[in-house]
């Protein structure tokens, strides 16, 4: 297993009355997850509780951490996030205060020394590698559709109105088309982030790359993340992970 170390941040925000975000991290490092939960009241948080709660304990009894091959790895996170979609569905349909309860789900999961990263939603990955900061996760929203479709620029999907809507989420039956999971051999120095929107709400990548870029230990650099993005007006919960790899 490659060393890791992590510093983590979830808060409220300054327009929000609760979390609906939350976040997982393995005492071994095995995996990282965060979520982003929506619904209103207490559904949101509850959908992202259970996603946090469901998918480690589908992960550890599927993976074998040191030498589960590749390919089983992907399917297995795979099973593990349907898993938790199930659940979520299910718990909406009978529950009238969990009805139209969703998540986003982001993940880092480390097996046999290599990184497996992916998600639903759009809650995003970053890899800060040799100065240069590169998304690994897509967004599963709306705008993003048409940025790939070439309808609008990536700028104008900045500020679109379609911005925050999903067509991808844990909650919904397209929950558990997959999780898009990439391998990612870590090279020593690597800095790697997980967050909810709360965070590239508030701040640009440009200013992402230099706070990861800035600080030498991860709980100070999770701390610095959250703390702009919430001066840099983001109106949701801000939640972070910070790896870095050793």
């Known amino acids: ?65 040191n030498s589960t091959p590749t390919g089983e790895v992907v399917q ?7 898993h938790a979609n199930g659940e979520i569905m299910a718990l909406g349909e009978l529950d009238p205060n ?9 993940f ?8 497996f990263i992916g998600g639903v939603g759009d ?4 890899l800060l590698r040799e100065g240069k900061l590169h998304q690994l996760t897509t967004d599963h929203s709306l705008t993003q559709a048409l940025v790939d479709a070439g309808t609008i620029t ?19 039956k397209d929950g558990s088309a997959g999780t898009q999971a990439q391998q990612l051999a870590p090279q020593p120095q690597d800095r790697i982030i997980l967050c909810s929107d709360g965070v590239t709400d508030g701040i640009p990548d440009e200013k992402l790359q230099e706070l990861l870029s800035q600080y030498d230990d991860p709980q100070q650099a999770a701390e610095e993340i959250v703390k702009s993005a919430q001066e840099g007006g983001s109106k949701d919960n801000i939640t972070c992970i910070v790896l870095h790899v050793s």
């Open 1 to 65: 297993m490659v060393e890791i170390r992590y510093g983590k941040v979830s808060i409220t925000g300054n327009f929000r009355e609760n979390n609906e975000d939350n976040f997982f991290i393995d005492e071994s490092r095995k995996y990282f997850l965060v979520a982003d939960g929506m619904g209103g009241q207490c559904a949101g948080e509850k959908a992202s509780q259970l996603a946090v709660e469901l998918i480690p304990k589908r992960l550890d009894e599927l993976i074998d951490f």
């Open 76 to 82: 297995s996170i795979d099973k593990a996030v349907a």
């Open 98 to 106: 969990c009805r139209s309860m969703g998540t986003t789900i982001v």
């Open 108 to 115: 880092v999961v480390q097996v046999g020394g290599e990184l």
């Open 123 to 126: 809650s995003r990955v970053y």
């Open 154 to 172: 990536p700028e104008e999907a900045l500020t679109h109105r379609y911005k925050n809507v999903l067509y991808r989420y844990l909650g919904t």
